[in-house]
């Protein structure tokens, strides 16, 4: 499957994105969906993930009441809604998706656990 993500820009500290990541190629029947997020010098982290088949959706701990993570099944598309946005959160925001029939919570964190992945899309808080 093929990812693509859009939705970054720039914006001030205190206000919100919504991030989109569509998938394309075939209607997607994997197990799982992922945002990850790396900054400039630093390694690729997780910020959350959703499950495709069956519910399901995590947060790294940071960002939990900040970042709302969903899916639309009939339009094969995840999204990524954030508020609250600090300088902190300016990255690249990348998609990624984990086929097969199921994945272990755990697996979920990992960026060795997905299979495709997006382009990214850049978001950037000033201050």
């Given at each position: 499957v093929q990812l693509q993500a859009s939705?970054?820009?720039l914006v001030q500290a205190g206000g919100s994105l919504r991030l989109s990541c569509a998938a394309s190629g075939?209607?997607?029947?994997?197990?799982?969906m992922g945002w990850f997020r790396q900054a400039p010098?630093?390694?690729?982290?997780f910020v959350a993930a959703i499950r495709w088949g069956s519910p399901g959706?995590?947060?790294?701990?940071?960002?939990?009441?900040?970042?709302?993570?969903?899916?639309?099944?009939?339009?094969?598309?995840m999204y990524l809604q954030m508020n609250?946005?600090?300088?902190?959160?300016?990255?690249v925001y990348y998609c990624a998706a984990r086929?097969?029939?199921?994945?272990?919570m755990s697996e979920l964190f990992s960026v060795r656990s997905y299979?495709?992945?997006g382009q990214g899309t850049l978001v950037?808080?000033?201050s």
């Open positions: 939705g970054g820009g075939r209607t997607f029947s994997g197990s799982a010098g630093k390694e690729r982290e959706t995590y947060y790294a701990n940071s960002l939990k009441g900040r970042f709302t993570i969903s899916r639309d099944n009939a339009k094969n598309t609250s946005l600090k300088p902190e959160d300016t990255a086929e097969g029939p199921r994945t272990i299979d495709s992945w950037t808080v000033s």
